[in-house]
Antibody, heavy 117, light 107 residues
Framework: EVQLVESGGGLVQPGRSLKLSCLAS????????MNWIRQAPGKGLEWVAS????????YYADTVKGRFTISRDNAKNTLYLQMTSLRSEDTALYYC??????????WGQGVMVTVSS | DIQLTQSPSTLPASLGERVTISCRAS??????LNWYQQKPDGTVKRLIY???TLESGVPSRFSGSGSGTDYSLSISSLESEDFAMYYC?????????FGSGTKLEIK
């Protein structure tokens, strides 16, 4: 069974940093592209970042470019999102999701990040 | 960036009714469109990929169609578990973009 479990969320002050993790199981992690998607409270879904299976290709939404870094450790079956210079508008539920040929076939349950003083 | 205009934003409907949700792209996306269902507990599930391919395990009452810039998701006979939020996603180019969502609610 495919499982994606996010962790690392919480309450953080504006301007500070936070690192999210997504532990994958039930499939060969190194064969799949991975992604972060977020949802602000009461809002819709927003794609945040993507990384290819071997980390050769990385893409970011303009709203996070230069502040967030997506990475992965295939030996640990784990996806990461390093978030710096956090703003109130980064407050959201952050999902990790898998991709093969077509995006986002499996999603995690999400982890909440709240940016507030 | 490619914009997706999803409509309606809210769709009141009854059990057994047939409904259709539309998604229009700001430029051609060559069938690179998926549909997702989100339940109130936050669980997200892919229903349809590549415009019209039904995800394994998804009931056949769900179907997708479209081409070019215009796409749609139809549910042939609503069941209670179908009342949820629905989103379209284009992945023709980066940044990938989602539609604004449709809340399917009980009339």
């Amino acid at each position: 069974e495919v499982q994606l479990v996010e962790s690392g969320g919480g309450l953080v002050q504006p301007g500070r940093s936070l690192k999210l993790s997504c532990l994958a199981s039930g499939f060969t992690f190194s064969n799949y592209g991975m992604n972060w998607i977020r949802q602000a409270p009461g809002k819709g879904l927003e794609w945040v970042a993507s990384i290819s299976s071997s980390s050769s290709y990385i893409y970011y939404a303009d709203t996070v470019k230069g502040r967030f870094t997506i990475s992965r450790d295939n030996a640990k079956n784990t996806l990461y999102l390093q978030m710096t210079s956090l703003r109130s508008e980064d407050t959201a539920l952050y999902y990790c999701a898998r991709r093969k040929t077509s995006p986002f076939d499996y999603w995690g349950q999400g982890v909440m990040v709240t940016v507030s003083s | 960036d490619i914009q997706l205009t999803q409509s309606p934003s809210t769709l009141p409907a009854s059990l057994g009714e047939r409904v259709t949700i539309s998604c229009r792209a700001s430029q051609s996306i060559s069938n690179s469109l998926n549909w997702y269902q989100q339940k109130p507990d936050g669980t997200v599930k892919r229903l349809i990929y590549s415009t019209s391919t039904l995800e394994s395990g998804v009931p056949s009452r769900f179907s997708g169609s479209g081409s070019g810039t215009d796409y749609s998701l139809s549910i042939s006979s609503l069941e209670s578990e179908d009342f949820a939020m629905y989103y379209c996603l284009q992945y023709a180019t980066y940044p990938h973009t989602f539609g604004s969502g449709t809340k399917l609610e009980i009339k």
